[in-house]
DNA sequence: TAGATTGTTAATCGATTAACAATC
DNA sequence: TAGATTGTTAATCGATTAACAATC
């Protein structure tokens, strides 16, 4: 009820809103206002307004935003707030990374299975997390309610493991492949992590910089 | 010689571009125009020109472009071709998925050594990269002529390390963890990857996409 | 109350799209 | 040549910044 479109920016600024008051509620600090949210952030006083009043503003008048509300405020836009169950496809070294080290829980996910084809790896429990086969996913997804899917496979069949995700009903897919995947028919949310385009940006600037 | 600035999200799009050029010439595609790279991409047509005429055009009236001038254009424009060297420091879960599946050769750069303080990884080889003590990276990074490094440490120490990083001279660091790094007094580049804000993102997406 | 700071409207700036002459 | 498609200029659109009345 609350959407008359959030551009793009707005919502890549909103991660880095929510660490910021995180941080800021972890040093004991119960208001801010925008000119000190927009110095620790780079960004103008002006842009932080611009974008809460997006979703109602937050603030009062005259002192600022409350550090918690504010923080809880953009929580729930985030959705951090409704649970959402997740599994993981492959566990490789990069699944078994994001496994051991990844915070899923501080960012409101419940890990609840990683699946793979490996034989020596099911049945397994990693950090918690039930290794299963692979060919149980489908089931799993919809027996349990499961709304998002890491997948973190090797290259090689993304795109069919993928479709099989979507087949079984996820609603969104977090991609760690090099891969450009396709949602086909289906209204899949599909957020990649590309790790190439971010080095090569990475070089662009290595080559074209100040000194360079 | 070539840079009356070239906005952020020119620089974005720029990998995607090299992407889909590559994937063409696998293809044996010699010919491309703006209209069919946009359709590929999800771009118009008018945008990519004016992408490619910042650069200052690389294609011919009433022909298009050609793959793989184009290709190498921009391979040059993100600085594959300046073989930089790199180095890893951190070879824990996510440090080895990088030196074990990522392609960086394909991305220009060349993986020179690892680091880490774990003696038992200490003098091994993980996929023909050697895995050095962390007290000779300063040194390493002056003697080699190192541009780059992947930070692939935990949390914990993440400044400290980029601290030391900079102190040995290097140029840009490519941060995996989930920390905010300063460049201090530095004009080192920071191209990070975070994990999280991408979750985020994805969350905020579910929470109020279409179906939601 | 006086001071501070919001939310919002208006102004500016930048990025995308459209149009078209140039030309292969 | 005629058709196609570029590079570039102009028009539009959207995002950021500035300004300010509202008000805590």
Redesign the interface.
């Known amino acids: 009820m609350?959407?008359p479109y959030?551009s793009k920016n707005v919502?890549?600024r909103?991660?880095?809103y929510?660490?910021t008051l995180t941080e800021l509620q972890k040093e004991g600090t119960n208001r801010v206002s925008s000119g000190e949210l927009g110095a620790r952030l780079g960004l103008t006083p002006s842009q932080i307004r611009q974008d809460f009043s997006c979703f109602g503003g937050f603030g009062q008048q005259g002192y600022g935003y409350n550090v918690k509300t504010l923080r809880d405020e953009i929580a729930a836009?985030?959705?951090?707030d409704?649970g959402?169950q997740m599994i993981l496809v492959g566990t490789?070294?990069?699944g078994?990374?994001?496994l051991?080290?990844?915070?899923?829980e501080?960012?409101?996910?419940k890990l609840r299975a990683a699946f793979d084809i490996r034989h020596d790896l099911i049945g397994e429990d990693i950090c918690g997390v039930p290794v299963l086969d692979c060919s149980e996913m489908e089931d799993f997804i919809r027996n349990n309610g499961i709304?998002?899917a890491v997948l973190s496979t090797?290259r090689g069949g993304a795109q069919r493991v993928a479709d099989a995700l979507i087949a079984g009903g996820i609603?969104?897919i977090?991609n760690f492949t090099e891969c450009?995947l396709s949602p086909g028919e289906s209204?899949v949310?599909i957020?990649s992590?590309?790790?190439?385009?971010?080095?090569?940006?990475?070089?662009?600037?290595?080559?074209?910089?100040?000194?360079a």
Chains 1, 2 share one sequence.
Not at 77 to 80: C, K, N
Not at 100 to 104: A, C, K, L, V
Request: aromatic content about 12%; overall charge positive; proline content about 2%.
């Open positions: 609350k959407k959030i919502i890549q909103m991660p880095r929510l660490r836009i985030l959705g951090m409704r959402y490789g070294k990069i078994q990374s994001l051991e080290n990844f915070d899923f501080s960012c409101g996910f709304h998002v090797t609603r969104a977090w450009e209204d949310i957020e992590i590309h790790f190439s385009e971010s080095l090569l940006r990475l070089g662009y600037h290595l080559s074209n910089g100040a000194s």
